[in-house]
Protein backbone atom coordinates (compact mmCIF):
# COMPACT_ATOMS: atom_id res chain seq x y z
CA UNK A 1 0.00 0.00 0.00
CA UNK A 2 1.31 3.72 -0.23
CA UNK A 3 2.44 5.40 2.15
CA UNK A 4 -0.10 8.56 3.33
CA UNK A 5 1.30 12.14 2.76
CA UNK A 6 0.79 14.16 5.27
CA UNK A 7 1.63 17.84 4.20
CA UNK A 8 3.54 19.91 6.84
CA UNK A 9 2.64 23.76 6.63
CA UNK A 10 4.56 25.97 8.28
CA UNK A 11 2.87 28.01 10.91
CA UNK A 12 5.23 31.58 10.90
CA UNK A 13 3.83 34.35 12.67
CA UNK A 14 3.90 37.70 10.95
CA UNK A 15 5.37 40.45 12.98
CA UNK A 16 3.43 43.43 10.98
CA UNK A 17 0.98 45.50 13.22
CA UNK A 18 -1.19 48.59 12.12
CA UNK A 19 0.20 51.61 12.45
CA UNK A 20 -3.04 52.43 15.03
CA UNK A 21 -2.07 50.01 16.97
CA UNK A 22 1.82 49.47 16.91
CA UNK A 23 3.61 51.76 19.47
CA UNK A 24 6.09 54.31 18.30
CA UNK A 25 9.23 53.11 18.88
CA UNK A 26 10.87 56.81 18.14
CA UNK A 27 9.08 58.44 20.69
CA UNK A 28 9.11 55.91 23.59
CA UNK A 29 12.51 54.82 22.57
CA UNK A 30 12.28 51.24 23.10
CA UNK A 31 13.67 48.23 21.09
CA UNK A 32 10.88 45.77 19.69
CA UNK A 33 8.40 45.28 22.16
CA UNK A 34 5.18 42.96 21.55
CA UNK A 35 2.01 45.58 21.07
CA UNK A 36 -1.09 44.78 22.84
CA UNK A 37 -3.92 43.57 21.05
CA UNK A 38 -7.30 45.19 21.19
CA UNK A 39 -9.11 43.13 23.91
CA UNK A 40 -6.22 43.37 25.88
CA UNK A 41 -6.47 47.17 25.99
CA UNK A 42 -10.38 47.04 26.88
CA UNK A 43 -9.65 44.68 29.61
CA UNK A 44 -6.99 47.38 30.98
CA UNK A 45 -9.39 49.96 30.14
CA UNK A 46 -11.99 47.70 32.69
CA UNK A 47 -9.78 47.00 35.50
CA UNK A 48 -8.60 50.80 35.90
CA UNK A 49 -12.64 51.90 35.72
CA UNK A 50 -13.66 49.76 37.96
CA UNK A 51 -14.60 51.21 41.64
CA UNK A 52 -11.82 50.23 43.82
CA UNK A 53 -12.39 47.61 46.46
CA UNK A 54 -12.55 48.60 49.73
CA UNK A 55 -13.25 47.07 53.38
CA UNK A 56 -16.84 48.45 53.55
CA UNK A 57 -18.01 47.29 49.69
CA UNK A 58 -16.90 43.88 50.91
CA UNK A 59 -18.60 43.53 53.91
CA UNK A 60 -21.27 44.63 52.56
CA UNK A 61 -21.05 42.52 49.61
CA UNK A 62 -20.65 39.43 52.22
CA UNK A 63 -23.72 40.80 54.36
CA UNK A 64 -26.11 40.99 51.17
CA UNK A 65 -25.20 36.93 50.45
CA UNK A 66 -24.78 35.52 53.86
CA UNK A 67 -28.02 36.90 55.09
CA UNK A 68 -31.46 35.17 55.72
CA UNK A 69 -34.43 36.12 55.55
CA UNK A 70 -37.07 36.38 58.43
CA UNK A 71 -40.82 36.17 58.74
CA UNK A 72 -42.35 39.21 58.85
CA UNK A 73 -43.83 38.22 62.37
CA UNK A 74 -40.20 37.80 63.66
CA UNK A 75 -38.99 40.48 61.75
CA UNK A 76 -41.42 42.88 63.34
CA UNK A 77 -40.96 41.41 66.65
CA UNK A 78 -36.95 41.69 66.71
CA UNK A 79 -37.63 45.25 64.93
CA UNK A 80 -35.40 44.25 61.86
CA UNK A 81 -35.31 46.34 58.72
CA UNK A 82 -37.38 45.45 55.55
CA UNK A 83 -35.26 42.71 53.50
CA UNK A 84 -33.61 44.93 49.94
CA UNK A 85 -35.40 44.16 46.97
CA UNK A 86 -32.91 43.43 44.89
CA UNK A 87 -32.74 45.55 41.30
CA UNK A 88 -33.61 44.10 37.87
CA UNK A 89 -30.99 43.24 35.43
CA UNK A 90 -30.37 46.15 33.19
CA UNK A 91 -31.87 45.61 29.70
CA UNK A 92 -34.54 44.03 31.25
CA UNK A 93 -37.85 44.22 29.03
CA UNK A 94 -40.68 45.96 30.41
CA UNK A 95 -43.85 44.13 30.34
CA UNK A 96 -47.43 45.21 30.38
CA UNK A 97 -49.50 43.06 32.92
CA UNK A 98 -52.64 42.96 30.53
CA UNK A 99 -50.75 41.50 27.52
CA UNK A 100 -49.69 37.81 26.75
CA UNK A 101 -45.76 37.73 28.50
CA UNK A 102 -44.56 35.65 26.39
CA UNK A 103 -45.31 37.77 23.15
CA UNK A 104 -42.20 38.19 20.78
CA UNK A 105 -40.97 41.41 19.83
CA UNK A 106 -40.94 44.96 21.55
CA UNK A 107 -43.94 46.47 23.79
CA UNK A 108 -46.18 48.14 21.83
CA UNK A 109 -47.14 51.77 22.60
CA UNK A 110 -50.00 52.59 24.56
CA UNK A 111 -51.46 54.83 22.20
CA UNK A 112 -51.56 51.98 19.55
CA UNK A 113 -53.27 49.76 21.98
CA UNK A 114 -55.77 52.20 23.51
CA UNK A 115 -57.22 52.87 19.51
CA UNK A 116 -56.98 49.12 18.13
CA UNK A 117 -60.33 47.00 18.24
CA UNK A 118 -57.43 43.89 18.72
CA UNK A 119 -56.03 45.28 22.00
CA UNK A 120 -56.61 43.48 25.67
CA UNK A 121 -60.19 44.55 27.25
CA UNK A 122 -58.54 46.51 30.05
CA UNK A 123 -56.47 48.30 27.90
CA UNK A 124 -59.29 49.51 25.83
CA UNK A 125 -61.35 50.54 29.08
CA UNK A 126 -58.83 52.72 30.22
CA UNK A 127 -58.70 54.28 26.17
CA UNK A 128 -61.98 55.35 26.77
CA UNK A 129 -62.12 56.02 30.00
CA UNK A 130 -59.05 58.43 30.92
CA UNK A 131 -58.38 58.82 26.78
CA UNK A 132 -55.35 59.06 24.94
CA UNK A 133 -53.74 62.28 23.96
CA UNK A 134 -56.00 62.66 20.66
CA UNK A 135 -58.91 61.62 23.11
CA UNK A 136 -58.20 63.97 25.95
CA UNK A 137 -59.68 66.98 24.15
CA UNK A 138 -63.56 66.94 25.20
CA UNK A 139 -65.31 70.38 23.75
CA UNK A 140 -65.43 72.71 27.12
CA UNK A 141 -68.38 75.90 26.40
CA UNK A 142 -67.03 78.90 26.49
CA UNK A 143 -69.81 80.09 29.28
CA UNK A 144 -72.41 78.43 31.83
CA UNK A 145 -75.44 79.97 30.56
CA UNK A 146 -75.87 77.76 27.02
CA UNK A 147 -79.68 76.31 27.80
CA UNK A 148 -82.50 78.71 29.91
CA UNK A 149 -84.67 76.97 32.15
CA UNK A 150 -82.53 77.94 35.65
CA UNK A 151 -81.28 80.87 37.66
CA UNK A 152 -77.25 80.69 37.61
CA UNK A 153 -75.91 81.77 40.47
CA UNK A 154 -73.63 84.85 41.13
CA UNK A 155 -70.38 84.86 40.59
CA UNK A 156 -67.68 84.07 43.46
CA UNK A 157 -70.93 83.32 45.75
CA UNK A 158 -70.91 80.56 48.05
CA UNK A 159 -72.87 78.63 46.13
CA UNK A 160 -70.73 79.56 42.67
CA UNK A 161 -67.54 77.96 44.44
CA UNK A 162 -69.17 75.18 46.05
CA UNK A 163 -70.08 74.06 42.56
CA UNK A 164 -67.03 74.78 41.32
CA UNK A 165 -64.80 73.11 43.86
CA UNK A 166 -67.44 69.90 43.57
CA UNK A 167 -66.59 69.99 39.13
CA UNK A 168 -63.28 70.22 39.64
CA UNK A 169 -63.07 67.46 42.19
CA UNK A 170 -65.52 65.16 40.89
CA UNK A 171 -63.65 62.03 40.60
CA UNK A 172 -63.27 62.26 45.09
CA UNK A 173 -66.83 63.42 45.38
CA UNK A 174 -68.58 60.66 43.50
CA UNK A 175 -66.57 58.19 45.21
CA UNK A 176 -67.20 58.87 48.70
CA UNK A 177 -70.32 61.07 48.41
CA UNK A 178 -72.13 59.39 45.63
CA UNK A 179 -74.83 58.27 48.19
CA UNK A 180 -75.32 61.79 49.23
CA UNK A 181 -75.68 63.48 45.61
CA UNK A 182 -79.09 62.35 45.31
CA UNK A 183 -80.40 64.23 48.36
CA UNK A 184 -79.46 67.47 46.45
CA UNK A 185 -82.00 69.92 46.12
CA UNK A 186 -83.44 69.71 42.16
CA UNK A 187 -82.31 73.44 41.28
CA UNK A 188 -78.42 71.99 42.40
CA UNK A 189 -79.07 68.73 40.13
CA UNK A 190 -79.74 70.97 37.58
CA UNK A 191 -76.93 73.44 37.92
CA UNK A 192 -74.13 70.66 39.08
CA UNK A 193 -74.42 69.17 34.79
CA UNK A 194 -74.20 72.63 33.95
CA UNK A 195 -70.73 73.09 35.85
CA UNK A 196 -69.05 70.01 34.97
CA UNK A 197 -69.69 70.71 31.24
CA UNK A 198 -67.07 73.77 32.31
CA UNK A 199 -64.57 72.83 35.31
CA UNK A 200 -64.81 69.00 34.83
CA UNK A 201 -62.17 66.78 34.11
CA UNK A 202 -60.89 67.17 30.52
CA UNK A 203 -61.73 62.92 29.81
CA UNK A 204 -64.99 62.97 30.83
CA UNK A 205 -67.06 62.11 33.67
CA UNK A 206 -68.73 58.21 34.34
CA UNK A 207 -72.18 57.48 33.95
CA UNK A 208 -72.05 56.15 36.89
CA UNK A 209 -71.72 59.37 38.54
CA UNK A 210 -74.45 61.14 36.48
CA UNK A 211 -76.89 58.11 37.95
CA UNK A 212 -76.01 58.60 41.34
CA UNK A 213 -77.58 62.42 41.26
CA UNK A 214 -80.87 60.55 40.42
CA UNK A 215 -81.22 57.69 42.75
CA UNK A 216 -84.44 57.16 44.43
CA UNK A 217 -85.26 56.88 48.12
CA UNK A 218 -85.52 52.63 47.50
CA UNK A 219 -81.52 52.66 46.39
CA UNK A 220 -80.42 55.54 49.13
CA UNK A 221 -82.26 56.81 51.67
CA UNK A 222 -83.34 60.13 51.00
CA UNK A 223 -82.77 60.02 47.38
CA UNK A 224 -85.33 62.56 45.33
CA UNK A 225 -84.71 60.82 41.74
CA UNK A 226 -86.15 62.89 39.52
CA UNK A 227 -88.88 64.87 41.35
CA UNK A 228 -89.25 68.36 40.16
CA UNK A 229 -86.49 68.02 37.92
CA UNK A 230 -87.12 69.74 34.69
CA UNK A 231 -83.43 70.71 33.04
CA UNK A 232 -80.57 68.32 31.89
CA UNK A 233 -77.58 70.20 30.60
CA UNK A 234 -75.36 67.78 29.27
CA UNK A 235 -72.94 69.97 27.21
CA UNK A 236 -69.59 68.66 26.04
CA UNK A 237 -70.30 66.03 28.40
CA UNK A 238 -71.28 63.01 25.58
CA UNK A 239 -68.03 61.70 25.59
CA UNK A 240 -66.31 58.58 26.43
CA UNK A 241 -68.01 56.65 29.23
CA UNK A 242 -70.92 58.87 29.11
CA UNK A 243 -73.14 58.32 24.87
CA UNK A 244 -76.30 58.76 24.28
CA UNK A 245 -77.11 54.60 23.84
CA UNK A 246 -75.50 54.28 27.35
CA UNK A 247 -78.02 57.17 28.76
CA UNK A 248 -80.79 55.97 26.79
CA UNK A 249 -80.23 52.49 28.18
CA UNK A 250 -79.39 53.39 31.77
CA UNK A 251 -81.38 56.66 32.23
CA UNK A 252 -83.83 57.45 29.97
CA UNK A 253 -85.48 54.41 28.86
CA UNK A 254 -88.93 53.47 30.69
CA UNK A 255 -88.46 51.10 33.92
CA UNK A 256 -90.06 47.62 32.67
CA UNK A 257 -90.05 46.73 36.68
CA UNK A 258 -89.10 47.97 39.65
CA UNK A 259 -85.98 47.93 41.63
CA UNK A 260 -86.48 45.76 44.82
CA UNK A 261 -85.80 48.32 47.73
CA UNK A 262 -83.28 47.97 49.72
CA UNK A 263 -85.81 47.78 52.98
CA UNK A 264 -87.32 44.47 51.85
CA UNK A 265 -90.67 45.78 50.12
CA UNK A 266 -91.29 44.07 47.01
CA UNK A 267 -93.86 45.32 44.20
CA UNK A 268 -96.75 42.79 43.77
CA UNK A 269 -99.15 45.64 41.91
CA UNK A 270 -97.42 44.01 39.04
CA UNK A 271 -98.43 40.74 39.41
CA UNK A 272 -100.49 39.10 36.31
CA UNK A 273 -103.95 37.96 37.64
CA UNK A 274 -106.31 35.63 35.92
CA UNK A 275 -108.68 37.83 35.30
CA UNK A 276 -109.89 41.73 35.38
CA UNK A 277 -113.18 40.81 36.90
CA UNK A 278 -111.55 39.87 40.06
CA UNK A 279 -112.56 42.43 43.18
CA UNK A 280 -109.07 42.52 44.29
CA UNK A 281 -107.83 43.45 40.66
CA UNK A 282 -105.96 46.82 40.24
CA UNK A 283 -104.29 48.53 37.16
CA UNK A 284 -100.72 49.84 38.08
CA UNK A 285 -100.25 53.46 38.77
CA UNK A 286 -97.09 53.78 36.05
CA UNK A 287 -97.43 52.17 32.60
CA UNK A 288 -93.59 52.09 32.53
CA UNK A 289 -92.86 55.75 31.66
CA UNK A 290 -89.70 57.21 31.57
CA UNK A 291 -88.28 58.78 34.83
CA UNK A 292 -87.76 62.18 32.70
CA UNK A 293 -91.02 62.55 31.02
CA UNK A 294 -91.53 65.78 32.37
CA UNK A 295 -87.94 66.82 31.58
CA UNK A 296 -88.65 70.39 29.29
CA UNK A 297 -84.72 71.84 29.00
CA UNK A 298 -81.95 69.36 27.40
CA UNK A 299 -78.88 69.92 26.23
CA UNK A 300 -76.03 67.69 23.93
CA UNK A 301 -74.09 70.17 22.61
CA UNK A 302 -71.00 69.56 21.62
CA UNK A 303 -70.89 65.95 21.40
CA UNK A 304 -68.22 63.16 20.61
CA UNK A 305 -68.21 63.82 16.72
CA UNK A 306 -66.96 59.96 16.20
CA UNK A 307 -69.74 58.45 17.52
CA UNK A 308 -71.33 56.41 14.99
CA UNK A 309 -74.84 56.53 16.28
CA UNK A 310 -75.94 60.11 17.48
CA UNK A 311 -79.09 60.59 15.95
CA UNK A 312 -80.31 57.44 15.69
CA UNK A 313 -80.21 57.49 19.30
CA UNK A 314 -81.56 60.96 19.63
CA UNK A 315 -85.02 60.14 17.76
CA UNK A 316 -85.47 57.08 20.52
CA UNK A 317 -84.43 59.34 23.13
CA UNK A 318 -86.86 62.14 22.26
CA UNK A 319 -89.79 59.71 21.96
CA UNK A 320 -89.85 59.63 25.71
CA UNK A 321 -89.72 62.53 25.96
CA UNK A 322 -92.92 64.33 24.87
CA UNK A 323 -92.98 67.42 27.03
CA UNK A 324 -89.56 69.13 25.62
CA UNK A 325 -89.34 72.42 24.60
CA UNK A 326 -86.09 73.97 24.47
CA UNK A 327 -83.03 71.47 23.10
CA UNK A 328 -79.73 72.61 21.85
CA UNK A 329 -77.70 70.53 19.40
CA UNK A 330 -74.62 72.86 19.36
CA UNK A 331 -71.68 71.35 16.78
CA UNK A 332 -73.65 68.17 16.45
CA UNK A 333 -72.16 66.37 12.69
CA UNK A 334 -74.43 65.93 9.57
CA UNK A 335 -77.83 64.13 10.41
CA UNK A 336 -77.58 60.53 8.98
CA UNK A 337 -78.31 56.86 10.48
CA UNK A 338 -74.93 55.68 8.62
CA UNK A 339 -72.07 58.36 9.04
CA UNK A 340 -68.95 55.70 8.60
CA UNK A 341 -70.81 54.55 4.62
CA UNK A 342 -70.64 57.74 2.71
CA UNK A 343 -68.21 56.64 0.38
CA UNK A 344 -69.02 52.71 0.64
CA UNK A 345 -70.98 51.36 -2.26
CA UNK A 346 -72.94 48.21 -3.09
CA UNK A 347 -72.69 46.29 -6.43
CA UNK A 348 -76.11 44.09 -7.18
CA UNK A 349 -76.38 41.72 -10.04
CA UNK A 350 -78.80 43.68 -12.10
CA UNK A 351 -77.45 47.05 -11.45
CA UNK A 352 -75.39 48.54 -14.42
CA UNK A 353 -73.75 50.44 -11.65
CA UNK A 354 -73.18 50.76 -7.73
CA UNK A 355 -75.57 51.94 -5.23
CA UNK A 356 -74.61 54.10 -2.44
CA UNK A 357 -74.55 52.22 0.72
CA UNK A 358 -76.22 55.11 2.91
CA UNK A 359 -78.46 57.99 2.26
CA UNK A 360 -75.68 60.92 1.91
CA UNK A 361 -72.82 60.38 -0.78
CA UNK A 362 -69.39 61.59 -0.17
CA UNK A 363 -70.72 64.24 -2.56
CA UNK A 364 -74.11 64.95 -1.72
CA UNK A 365 -73.96 68.79 -0.38
CA UNK A 366 -71.09 70.00 -1.58
CA UNK A 367 -71.72 69.48 -5.59
CA UNK A 368 -74.94 68.13 -5.55
CA UNK A 369 -76.82 69.83 -3.02
CA UNK A 370 -78.81 66.72 -1.46
CA UNK A 371 -80.03 67.11 1.95
CA UNK A 372 -82.56 64.18 1.28
CA UNK A 373 -81.45 62.21 4.11
CA UNK A 374 -80.65 65.13 6.55
CA UNK A 375 -84.05 66.74 6.11
CA UNK A 376 -85.76 63.12 6.80
CA UNK A 377 -84.00 62.92 10.10
CA UNK A 378 -85.13 66.68 11.23
CA UNK A 379 -88.25 65.59 9.88
CA UNK A 380 -88.60 62.91 12.21
CA UNK A 381 -87.23 64.70 14.87
CA UNK A 382 -90.14 67.29 14.61
CA UNK A 383 -92.47 64.35 15.08
CA UNK A 384 -90.88 63.91 18.86
CA UNK A 385 -90.73 67.24 19.88
CA UNK A 386 -94.02 68.85 18.74
CA UNK A 387 -93.77 71.29 22.38
CA UNK A 388 -90.45 72.68 20.84
CA UNK A 389 -89.91 76.31 21.48
CA UNK A 390 -86.26 77.22 21.52
CA UNK A 391 -83.87 75.04 19.34
CA UNK A 392 -79.94 75.80 19.66
CA UNK A 393 -77.83 74.55 16.20
CA UNK A 394 -74.82 76.99 16.91
CA UNK A 395 -71.94 75.68 14.83
CA UNK A 396 -74.06 73.97 12.55
CA UNK A 397 -73.98 75.84 9.47
CA UNK A 398 -72.90 72.89 7.41
CA UNK A 399 -76.29 70.73 7.23
CA UNK A 400 -78.34 74.33 8.21
CA UNK A 401 -80.00 74.49 4.63
CA UNK A 402 -81.52 70.79 6.11
CA UNK A 403 -84.30 72.99 7.91
CA UNK A 404 -86.25 74.54 4.80
CA UNK A 405 -83.92 72.35 1.74
CA UNK A 406 -87.32 70.09 1.51
CA UNK A 407 -90.07 72.92 1.10
CA UNK A 408 -87.87 74.60 -1.32
CA UNK A 409 -87.14 71.66 -3.61
CA UNK A 410 -90.69 70.94 -3.91
CA UNK A 411 -91.51 74.58 -4.68
CA UNK A 412 -89.04 74.33 -7.69
CA UNK A 413 -90.60 70.74 -8.40
CA UNK A 414 -94.49 72.07 -8.47
CA UNK A 415 -93.00 75.02 -10.71
CA UNK A 416 -91.30 73.16 -13.11
CA UNK A 417 -94.10 70.60 -12.95
CA UNK A 418 -97.32 72.33 -13.43
CA UNK A 419 -100.79 70.59 -14.48
CA UNK A 420 -102.03 71.30 -17.88
CA UNK A 421 -105.49 72.66 -18.47
CA UNK A 422 -108.48 71.09 -20.89
CA UNK A 423 -109.98 71.64 -24.02
CA UNK A 424 -112.84 73.32 -21.46
CA UNK A 425 -110.81 75.25 -19.13
CA UNK A 426 -110.71 73.50 -16.19
CA UNK A 427 -107.12 71.95 -14.46
CA UNK A 428 -106.24 68.89 -14.60
CA UNK A 429 -105.74 67.79 -10.51
CA UNK A 430 -104.78 64.55 -11.43
CA UNK A 431 -101.15 65.44 -12.15
CA UNK A 432 -100.52 67.19 -8.41
CA UNK A 433 -98.01 66.15 -6.37
CA UNK A 434 -99.04 64.61 -3.08
CA UNK A 435 -96.37 63.45 -1.67
CA UNK A 436 -95.03 65.47 2.02
CA UNK A 437 -92.50 67.19 2.21
CA UNK A 438 -89.27 65.72 3.73
CA UNK A 439 -88.20 68.79 5.72
CA UNK A 440 -89.75 69.76 9.47
CA UNK A 441 -93.23 71.56 9.16
CA UNK A 442 -92.97 74.49 10.59
CA UNK A 443 -96.45 74.88 10.66
CA UNK A 444 -97.18 71.73 12.11
CA UNK A 445 -95.17 69.91 14.97
CA UNK A 446 -92.27 72.62 14.95
CA UNK A 447 -95.73 75.71 15.21
CA UNK A 448 -94.72 76.92 18.41
CA UNK A 449 -91.06 77.27 17.67
CA UNK A 450 -90.03 81.21 18.04
CA UNK A 451 -85.96 80.99 18.58
CA UNK A 452 -83.83 79.58 16.67
CA UNK A 453 -79.77 79.60 17.10
CA UNK A 454 -77.78 79.84 13.89
CA UNK A 455 -74.79 81.15 14.83
CA UNK A 456 -71.34 80.04 13.78
CA UNK A 457 -69.58 80.69 17.09
CA UNK A 458 -67.16 82.79 15.97
CA UNK A 459 -66.83 86.05 13.90
CA UNK A 460 -63.85 87.31 12.15
CA UNK A 461 -62.13 90.97 13.48
CA UNK A 462 -59.95 91.27 9.68
CA UNK A 463 -60.22 95.15 8.47
CA UNK A 464 -59.09 93.83 5.23
CA UNK A 465 -62.05 91.34 3.57
CA UNK A 466 -61.89 89.54 0.40
CA UNK A 467 -64.36 90.56 -2.63
CA UNK A 468 -67.33 88.45 -1.85
CA UNK A 469 -70.36 90.02 -3.71
CA UNK A 470 -72.56 92.96 -2.89
CA UNK A 471 -73.99 91.02 0.01
CA UNK A 472 -71.04 89.61 1.99
CA UNK A 473 -70.01 93.09 1.75
CA UNK A 474 -72.81 94.58 3.39
CA UNK A 475 -72.72 92.16 5.66
CA UNK A 476 -68.53 92.64 6.55
CA UNK A 477 -69.86 96.54 6.82
CA UNK A 478 -72.26 95.95 9.20
CA UNK A 479 -69.92 93.68 11.51
CA UNK A 480 -67.02 96.24 11.58
CA UNK A 481 -69.79 98.96 12.72
CA UNK A 482 -70.83 96.95 15.32
CA UNK A 483 -66.81 96.01 16.51
CA UNK A 484 -66.24 99.63 16.42
CA UNK A 485 -69.01 100.25 18.61
CA UNK A 486 -68.48 97.35 20.78
CA UNK A 487 -72.19 96.31 21.03
CA UNK A 488 -74.53 94.28 19.49
CA UNK A 489 -71.73 91.45 19.78
CA UNK A 490 -72.81 88.32 22.30
CA UNK A 491 -70.01 87.69 24.61
CA UNK A 492 -70.40 84.01 24.13
CA UNK A 493 -68.92 84.49 20.75
CA UNK A 494 -64.94 84.01 19.93
CA UNK A 495 -63.34 87.20 17.88
CA UNK A 496 -60.73 85.60 15.73
CA UNK A 497 -58.24 88.20 14.65
CA UNK A 498 -56.19 86.39 12.06
CA UNK A 499 -58.71 84.64 9.81
CA UNK A 500 -57.34 83.38 6.74
CA UNK A 501 -59.04 84.33 3.39
CA UNK A 502 -60.82 80.84 3.04
CA UNK A 503 -61.83 81.27 6.62
CA UNK A 504 -63.62 84.70 5.65
CA UNK A 505 -65.10 83.41 2.57
CA UNK A 506 -66.88 80.13 4.12
CA UNK A 507 -67.73 82.59 6.96
CA UNK A 508 -69.46 85.14 4.86
CA UNK A 509 -70.83 82.34 3.22
CA UNK A 510 -72.46 80.78 6.57
CA UNK A 511 -73.77 83.92 6.95
CA UNK A 512 -75.65 84.35 3.91
CA UNK A 513 -77.26 81.26 4.44
CA UNK A 514 -78.47 81.67 7.58
CA UNK A 515 -80.32 85.02 5.90
CA UNK A 516 -81.76 82.71 3.62
CA UNK A 517 -83.33 80.26 6.15
CA UNK A 518 -84.48 83.04 8.01
CA UNK A 519 -86.94 84.43 5.39
CA UNK A 520 -87.50 80.96 4.14
CA UNK A 521 -89.09 79.85 7.55
CA UNK A 522 -91.11 83.60 8.07
CA UNK A 523 -92.50 82.96 4.26
CA UNK A 524 -93.35 79.10 5.40
CA UNK A 525 -95.19 80.50 8.64
CA UNK A 526 -98.89 80.70 7.50
CA UNK A 527 -100.08 81.18 11.12
CA UNK A 528 -98.83 82.24 14.77
CA UNK A 529 -95.61 84.20 15.76
CA UNK A 530 -92.80 84.60 14.19
CA UNK A 531 -89.50 82.82 14.20
CA UNK A 532 -86.19 85.12 15.44
CA UNK A 533 -83.35 83.79 14.52
CA UNK A 534 -80.17 84.38 16.67
CA UNK A 535 -76.59 85.07 14.21
CA UNK A 536 -74.63 85.64 17.77
CA UNK A 537 -74.17 88.99 16.53
CA UNK A 538 -77.25 91.79 15.75
CA UNK A 539 -77.64 91.81 12.03
CA UNK A 540 -79.59 94.81 10.40
CA UNK A 541 -80.56 93.99 7.11
Not at 210 to 226: D, I, S, W
Not at 318 to 324: A, N, R, V, Y
Not at 428 to 436: E, H, K, L
Request: glycine share 6%; with cysteine; hydrophobic share 35%.
Amino acid sequence: MPKKHNQKFLNSKTKYVHPSLGTNKESHGTSSTAAASINERLSQLRISQAPKVSPENIDRIRTAVTQRSVPPNLRAVLDLPETVVPLPRPGTRRRIPLTDPYTAGPVAPQSWLAESRHAPAGIRAQGRRYGTKKLKSRSFPFHLETLPGVNMPKKSSLLDCALIAMSRNWNFVVHYEQLNLATLPPRFKSLLPTYLSVYGPEAGIEIAGLLALFYTKHETLGGTGTQDFFRLDLTGLIWGDVSLPSLEKQMLLPQKARRQSSIGESTEEYAIVESWDQEDASIPGTLGNSPFTALTHLSFARPDPRSPSLWASLLSITSHLPKLTHLSLAYWPVPSLTPNSNTASVHGRGSPRPVQLGGTDFYSHSLDNDFSEAANILRRLSLHTICLEWIDLEGCSEWSSALTWANDQQRREDTLARPQRRSGGALDTSDWDSQACLGPDWNGPWRFVRHLNLSQGWVPTNQAVPACGKEGMQIFDSLHMRLARDDGISEAIERADNATKSELLSWVEAECRARDIKHAVQRMRTGGGLVTVDHGWDVSR
